[in-house]
């Protein structure tokens, strides 16, 4: 936690707690439902809480906006996204329904008022969200043909896809620039703002 209110030094005692209970809970959900690989649970803060949060060090979503996290599996990176910002609106959504009851759970657990999800496929998902936010989903190309027509751009400039991802991305970069001809890509290396060896391969590709 103290790294957490080094990144975050806004953090407020809610905000704190509500990270702090994070790892039990999805300790105890995990021994019921495999949301989280065994290996990845041992290792929650980093390779869950902090990827998730990894957003939030270079971009800020405005108050009143509405997120969209589309394959958000137990939660990420939504759950961690919606405590640092609770002026937010975010909808996570799965294709796979027992990991959605696991996000509902934890969510009312912590005193999530700013979370809805649902069991349901992006493509099945309506209305429009200012910004979308995955977490290693699939390749870039058929993910923003699913989600594309849900963002609204007009709201704030940096509206958009932030998605976090790892590897090397410059052939799937090229194959979506390809398709999407007047989409704007940038590439954010976590390995500046996160000293972990865990991050040195991941990044954030926000389209706009």
Do not use: C
């Amino acid at each position: 936690m103290e790294l957490l209110k080094s990144l975050f030094p806004d953090l407020t005692d809610t905000q704190i707690k509500q990270f702090e209970s994070l790892e039990a809970l999805y300790q105890e959900w995990n021994a019921q439902i495999n949301v989280i690989s065994r290996k990845d649970i041992d290792q929650f803060t980093t390779r869950h809480l902090l990827h998730s949060l990894g957003i939030g060090l270079f971009t800020t979503f405005k108050p009143g906006a509405m997120v969209l996290d589309v394959g958000t599996g137990g939660g990420f990176p939504g759950i961690p996204l919606a405590i640092l910002f609770p002026d937010v609106e975010f909808h996570l959504v799965d294709s796979i329904g027992k990991k959605i009851k696991v996000v509902k759970a934890v969510s009312e657990a912590v005193g999530l008022k700013n979370v809805t999800a649902d069991h349901i496929r992006a493509e099945e998902v309506k209305g429009e969200f200012d910004y979308v936010v995955s977490r290693a989903v699939t390749r870039l190309e058929p993910f923003y043909q699913w989600i594309e027509s849900k963002i609204d751009f007009s709201r704030f400039t940096n509206s958009g896809l932030y998605a976090l991802k790892g590897g090397d991305l410059k052939p799937e970069i090229q194959a979506f620039k390809a398709t999407f001809t007047d989409a704007h890509v940038t590439t954010y290396e976590l390995s500046d703002k996160l000293k972990d060896d865990f991050f040195e391969t991941k990044k954030i590709v926000f389209v706009n």
